[in-house]
């Protein structure tokens, strides 16, 4: 099994609600992505895919979050957008545009600090 992964980063704020704590207050993180996809065989080129390609595809979604409030983002009005749900976010958007290439993601990382990260995968 071959698998490539890509890293990218992103601003935004957020708030937890009901979770208690600090977090339920208005925060912003420097979120770090990991965008991977799989796949048994390469294709007539040699490759998984091309990483311009993939690179490409999660800077076009991670404008949507780029330096946004996310609990107005109409994906997370009705959710807290924690980075669980940012990861599956991420792996649903980047996944639709990575179908007609035939390359399905394997698994989206989302680090909220450089010690806390949540993995996102079917």
Known sequence: MYEVTIRK???AAHL???IGGKCEGLHGHNFIVE???AA???NEEGLLIDFRLLKR???EVLEELD?????ELPFFKDMNPSSEQIARFLYERIGEK???AKTPLSRVTVWETENARVSYSL
């Open 98 to 100: 990575a179908k007609p």
């Open 67 to 71: 330096h946004k409030y996310l609990n």
């Open 57 to 59: 595809w999660t800077d």
């Open 35 to 37: 965008i991977s996809a």
């Open 40 to 42: 048994a065989e390469l």
């Open 9 to 11: 980063s992103f601003a």
């Open 16 to 18: 937890l609600r009901e």
